[in-house]
């Protein structure tokens, strides 16, 4: 469960990041919000189940210097997740 929310406060880091560069732009403005579901039911059940929340550690947010470059990274994210 640990490693699951570490996930998601990197994927939501990843597409917030997207979103203060490029403004609020699909899909990722659609996915950051989805990230942000997954985070709060897993720390719902990391409560409910006495499990200890990684804390979230500030990092560096990845730079992008296009929206496709971004969806790159983002679809990469993503296939390594799985």
């Known amino acids: 469960m640990q490693e699951a929310i570490l996930e998601e406060y990197g994927a939501k880091s990843l597409y917030q990041s997207v979103i203060n560069v490029f403004g609020s732009v699909t899909p990722f403005s659609r996915i950051v919000k989805s990230e942000q579901q997954h985070l709060s039911t897993l720390l719902d059940l990391a409560k409910r189940y006495s499990v200890a929340v990684p804390p979230l550690q500030a990092a560096t947010p990845p730079a992008f210097n296009s929206l496709s470059e971004a969806?790159?990274?983002?679809?990469?994210?993503?296939?390594?997740?799985a």
């Open 71 to 81: 969806c790159v990274a983002g679809v990469q994210a993503e296939i390594a997740d």
